[in-house]
Structure formats: C-alpha cells, structure tokens
C-alpha cells in the first residue's frame, strides 16, 4: 500500500484540518502569505487530530527511534509524534539556543539565511531517525536538518510536515521520503 493510498483513507476518517490554517498576508515580509496553524494549536480535537494522522503516516516497517522537531513549531507536534511512536524527541535549535556542544548547518529559506544546530549526542549511528517541521517550502531547512542527522550516522527514515507548499517546489529538493497532511 503506497504511502498516499494511506493518507486518503485518514482523509476519510480525520478532521478537515484545513479549516485550521489562516492565511496572513505580508508576513513576515511583504508579498509572502504566511500559513498560520496557530488556530490547529488552539483546538485540541485538531491538535491530536494532526498529531494522529502525522505519527499513522510513518513506515510502520521500521522502528523510529527518534523524531527531530525543528524549532520552533516543530517542537510541539514532533514531541507529540515521538510519544505515538515510542521515540526520543531531538530538537533542533537556531544557533547559540543548545547548551551543550552542537554541530551546526547554514541553510537558505524562502525569505533569507539561517543556521540550525543539534546536540552531538543527540543520535547515535544507526539510530532510525523521522524529521518533523510545520511547513515544507523550498527545502532548505529539511535539507539543512537532514544533514545534521546524518552526520551524526543518523538514519533518516521519512521527513514530515503539516503543510507543504507544492509551488516552492520543497519536495524536488528534499533528499528523503517525505509526507504532508495539507498542500498548497
């Protein structure tokens, strides 16, 4: 069974999340629509909802052992994923925010440059690892975290994301299996 033939049986069953997504206009900068999913967070029938759906899209053939969450809206549901999955829970922080010594990656962005760090303890070789952020727009910051983690001899099993936006063309550049609940 593919991997969207699974996610539109959850569409079948699971909330519209859609309906929790607000546009904002001019944010952070003029000309770009930001997707807020502060409303998803405000409802928590969407929340566990989204946490569900997220964690159910994951290789069910491999054992996560942890779940990245890239700072800072992928904290809260790649914690929630960690906890569905039995897996330890990573972040991944902008630079100078990690206490204790990091490896680090410069990365691009729709809108500028930034710079991700991760514990050097955080996976050890081997470790099955699935990455998780809120959006997915030109790659660059899945990229970025996708090799941090294999650098650290991290395995990395799947990337997911809330939301994508297909018209940046993120997934073309994204170096490993991903999956998305909403697109636009």
Do not use: W
């Not at 409802?43 to 946490?51: F, G, I, Q, R, Y």
């Not at 999955?85 to 902008?94: D, E, I, M």
């Not at 996976?123 to 650290?152: M, Q, R, W």
């Not at 018209?167 to 299996?177: D, M, V, W």
């Amino acid at each position: 069974m593919s991997i969207y033939t699974i996610f539109e049986s959850l569409e079948r069953y699971s909330m519209k999340l859609e309906n929790y997504i607000r546009d904002i206009a001019d944010f952070p900068k003029p000309g770009i629509t930001f997707k807020d999913i502060t409303p998803l967070f405000l409802n928590h029938e969407a929340l566990v909802s989204c946490a569900n759906q997220l964690a159910e899209l994951s290789p069910k053939e491999i054992k996560i052992d942890k779940v990245v969450g890239i700072e800072a809206r992928g904290f809260i549901l790649g914690s929630m994923i960690a906890e569905r999955l039995n897996a330890g829970f990573v972040p991944v922080r902008k630079k100078g925010k990690l206490p204790y010594e990091t490896k680090s990656k410069n990365y691009g962005l729709e809108y500028g440059e930034d710079t991700l760090e991760i514990h050097i303890d955080a996976i050890k070789p081997g470790e099955h690892v699935l990455i998780h952020d809120d959006v997915l727009a030109t790659g660059g910051t899945a990229n970025a975290v996708c090799s941090l983690v294999e650098e650290l001899g991290g395995i990395i099993v799947q990337c997911s994301f809330i939301i994508e936006l297909g018209f940046l063309k993120g997934r073309e550049r994204c170096q490993a299996p991903l999956v998305s609940l909403l697109k636009y």
